[in-house]
């Protein structure tokens, strides 16, 4: 039997779980405390978690899903309108960013840039005949992520847009982005002025064309290698895009100069580039969205191949549930605001771009690139203190999206459903934010996490499933 004078007679120590209340009364007097942070897990999800932890399949699943994932090799290989590459589409089908939404429940800058593209594929002459229209169920609305495809902010492609064409030659799959139309008054924002038309038109007939033209001399281009070289310079490829963008550039001028049909052509979309940071920011969401692609539909994986938000809701698809969206409403984006504008002014989140920290970058590489918080507010502490966190709720490591900041580590890769609940940890996006209203544009950037429903409930089908 114990000594128990033994026991009374040594020095206290005392872990307190959960609550501070009893760790405070014991360290008044004197005592030291262990705290261990705890608290239960949320949504009532203690017996799926339960059943999901203790199944090896998903551990296996999981370590498959991630490892298609950062085997996938996308590959820029032409820019087409977007009728003629994304299979069933149509004049009459707009895409958007998010998860499914009805005219009715769009937001302002959604319903703005939806506004805007039906007068730019000529099914309306103004403002006013394209809300009728929108609202009459002519137009069909969907998903882009339904077609493979990805749109910043509002996401909204039409048939006529040129989109850059991905191909990822190891697992196969098409993938599609938009060309970035430039910061300020644009259609991804909501804003659909005359302005912003004739620059889509221009994007049309000039920019896309020119591209296409380059591409087909190149004979394509590999995006992975830019983004990961990006990184090390400074960028986290969501919000910053300062290296990726001249790295692009260097990569096809000579073949836009070799392909041009006039110097000044070649010149004018040399000059747009080059005035827009964000210009990678587009293609780097088609390749993410390759990536992603590859990892779904692998059964019992709770990994997240899907992160996308439309202004109202929140949705993410996880690899071994199919295509099913798990939705909650949108959140307030947290961060700093232009001249003029405060968070009364702010629409809640929006946009597919969240597919870069889907796969491991943005927001979760954000050690790598600590000016991002000149953008989106914070110190560079908490940039890197970020990145460091996303391991936790994370499968694996992306090796070749190192961090020079952290000895040359990879980025955290995977999200795991499971530890995002059990360690009630959200993932951490940085993003821009949209005004509520539509035509007025960006407002400001900053950080914002998903709500928590749509991993409980992606949590509880998995255990249903299983």
């Known amino acids: 039997m114990p000594d128990i004078t033994k026991l009374l007679s040594s020095p206290l120590r005392v872990v307190n779980v959960g609550a501070d209340l009893f760790a405070d009364a014991i360290s008044q007097q004197g005592t030291p405390v262990t705290r261990v942070t705890w608290q239960p897990a949320p949504g009532k999800s203690d017996e799926a978690l339960s059943i999901l932890l203790a199944d090896p399949r998903i551990d296996a699943a999981n370590q498959e899903a991630v490892q298609h994932m950062t085997a996938a090799r996308p590959r820029l290989v032409d820019v087409r309108p977007a009728g003629e590459v994304i299979p069933g589409m149509h004049k009459h089908l707009l895409l958007h ?5 009805s005219w009715e429940r769009m937001s302002g800058p959604l319903r703005g840039a939806i506004i805007g593209a039906l007068i730019y ?45 991905i191909e990822e030659p190891v697992y196969g799959n098409r993938t599609f982005s938009t060309l970035n139309e430039g910061l300020g ?50 960028d986290e490829c969501h919000n910053r895009n300062k290296a990726a963008t001249p790295l692009f550039i260097r990569e096809i001028a000579p073949e836009l100069v070799e392909s041009g049909t006039s110097t000044e052509e070649t010149a004018q979309v040399l000059r747009f580039i080059n005035s827009n940071d964000h210009f990678y920011l587009n293609l780097s969401m088609a390749a993410c969205k390759a990536a992603a692609l590859a990892a779904h539909g692998i059964a019992h994986s709770s990994v997240v191949t899907t992160m996308a938000r439309n202004g109202t ?3 993410i698809r996880v690899s071994g549930l199919g295509e099913r969206w798990f939705v909650a409403p949108a959140q307030q984006v947290e961060g700093l605001y232009f001249s003029g504008f405060s968070q009364q002014d702010a629409n809640p989140d ?34 890197k203190r ?81």
Not at 142 to 162: F, K
Not at 188 to 214: F, M, T
């Open 97 to 101: 960013a998010g998860p499914p939404i």
């Open 121 to 165: 594929e000529g099914l309306a002459n103004d403002a006013e005949a394209a809300e009728r229209l929108a609202a009459s169920g002519e137009i069909e609305f969907a998903p882009c992520h339904h077609y493979n495809a990805v749109g910043p902010m509002a996401g909204v492609t039409s048939a006529s847009m040129p989109v850059q064409v």
């Open 185 to 234: 008054k644009v259609l991804r924002y909501g804003a659909n002025s005359s302005e912003v038309i004739d620059r889509l038109r221009w994007i049309e007939h000039v920019l896309g064309p020119a591209l296409a033209r380059a591409l087909r001399v190149k004979g394509g281009m590999d995006i992975k290698p830019l983004t990961a070289q990006a990184l090390q310079m400074g």
């Open 313 to 315: 809701d929140f949705g």
């Open 350 to 383: 929006i946009g597919d771009s969240t597919i870069s920290e889907t796969v491991g970058i943005g927001a979760f590489a954000m050690a790598g690139a600590p000016a991002i918080v000149q953008f989106v507010g914070g110190t560079a502490a908490d940039a």
């Open 386 to 466: 970020y990145t460091l966190e996303m391991y936790d709720i994370t499968v694996a490591e992306e090796n070749q999206y190192q961090l020079p900041p952290l000895d040359f580590r990879g980025t955290p890769v995977g999200i795991d459903v499971r530890q995002v609940v059990r360690q009630n940890l959200l993932p951490i996006i940085n993003t821009g934010i949209a005004h509520r209203l539509p035509g007025i544009g960006q407002v400001g950037a900053g950080i914002v996490h998903p709500p928590m429903e749509c991993f409980t409930a992606a949590l509880r089908e998995l255990a249903r499933a299983d």
